[in-house]
């Protein structure tokens, strides 16, 4: 049985790439294209703008590259999250320009994967109360960017609060929030009452709570109908 262990990792070596005797099997090289052409796809639909900032030569490097890591998951769509890891490391480790351009557009692409593989939204048509508690949607994923990424563009750079989140129709949808809204979305964990988490990040802005508070009125029930924002029951 140890022999053809053996056998069967050099072979696995070979065709990912990542040493083994090729030699020894005939249609090593058939394998090794397959391999590569079936991660290239996954990986190209997943992260467009970021392989054409790379260039093509980069972009074919790194994705060999990767798949001689062995890569582990038990779900396809979620191997370009450990691409993305990847990738990440290797700029780091080679000091490469536009690197913080290149992390914005890499987490930025992944999370809209990630967005539309979650759950469906819980939607609400209620009125925002802000006694009650309310959490994130389980789509939903924020970060604040450096670049317009998600525009394809370095330029101009600033703070871009992001979210991203799932539409409930198939889609996902992206937007840039004010630092208040960005803070405040981040801060609905489903412990907290809407309304202290309100009273808090005014009294630090210095905003008055009860102008922040009609505006949040409106904007807030267009994240619950949304399902960005979920009631706790």
């Known amino acids: ?5 053996a056998i069967q ?3 696995f070596d070979a065709v990912r790439g990542a040493g083994g005797n090729a030699d020894r099997f005939g249609n090593a090289e058939i394998y090794r294209k397959l391999i590569f052409y079936r991660f290239e796809e996954t990986l190209s639909a997943a ?6 900032e790379v260039g093509k030569r980069r972009w074919k490097r790194w994705v060999k590259g ?14 370009p999250e450990g691409f993305g890891k990847y990738v990440r490391k290797e700029m780091k480790k080679k000091g490469m320009k536009r690197r913080r351009y290149r992390r914005d557009l890499l987490w930025f692409e992944w999370n809209e994967v990630a967005a539309m593989m979650a759950p469906s939204p819980i939607k609400s048509a209620k009125r925002v109360d802000f006694s009650r508690v309310y959490r994130r949607g389980e789509s939903v994923r924020m970060r ?22 799932q539409t409930g ?6 937007r840039i929030l004010t630092p208040f809204l960005y803070e405040l979305i981040r801060a609905c964990d489903g412990k907290r009452p809407l309304g202290k988490i309100v009273c ?4 630090s802005g210095d905003i008055d709570e009860k102008s922040a508070r009609k505006v949040l009125q409106k904007g807030l029930r267009a994240f ?8 706790v029951h």
């Open 9 to 11: 990792a050099d072979f």
């Open 47 to 52: 992260y467009p703008l970021f392989k054409k």
């Open 144 to 165: 604040r960017l450096r670049h317009p990424a998600m525009l394809g563009k370095r330029e101009p750079k600033a703070v871009y609060p992001t979210l991203v989140h």
């Open 224 to 231: 619950l109908k949304q399902g960005v924002l979920t009631p």
């Open 200 to 203: 808090s990040l005014c009294r």
């Open 66 to 79: 990767y798949i001689a890591q062995n890569p582990e998951t038990p779900f396809m769509w979620r191997m």
């Open 1 to 5: 049985m140890q022999p053809e262990r």
């Open 169 to 174: 129709d198939g889609g996902v949808a992206w």
